[in-house]
């Protein structure tokens, strides 16, 4: 057997946490984000109208308002752009953020 290091080192984990969950988002702005995959242009208007009708007075600011994160560069790079888009959201209100979406 054979023992090998990473040049890298040993990966470091941050404690994080995350903010409450909100239990009605009636009358609280939602923003969407999208990484560009995955149908985002046709499931993100149905998950909009959705929303809308099951939350009075919620306003949802749509992905298209919002810069498509790109996944290329170095780390710094990418937390650049991580760090523009919530600095985006926060000036926009945002209690809620939808980022990417599923199949």
């Known amino acids: 057997m054979y023992s090998a290091l990473s040049p890298l080192g040993e990966p470091t984990i941050e404690k994080a946490s995350a903010a409450p969950r909100i239990s009605d988002l009636s009358g609280k702005t939602v923003c969407e984000v999208w990484n560009g995959v995955f149908r985002g242009d046709i499931t993100f208007p149905i998950i909009r109208e959705l ?53």
């Open 51 to 103: 929303l809308q009708k099951r939350y009075p007075g919620v306003k949802v600011i749509p992905y298209t308002e919002f810069p498509i994160p790109d996944n290329r560069g170095t780390t710094a790079e990418l937390l650049r752009r991580v760090d523009a888009i919530v600095a985006q959201a926060i000036q926009r209100g945002c209690d809620a953020m939808i980022v990417g979406n599923g199949f």
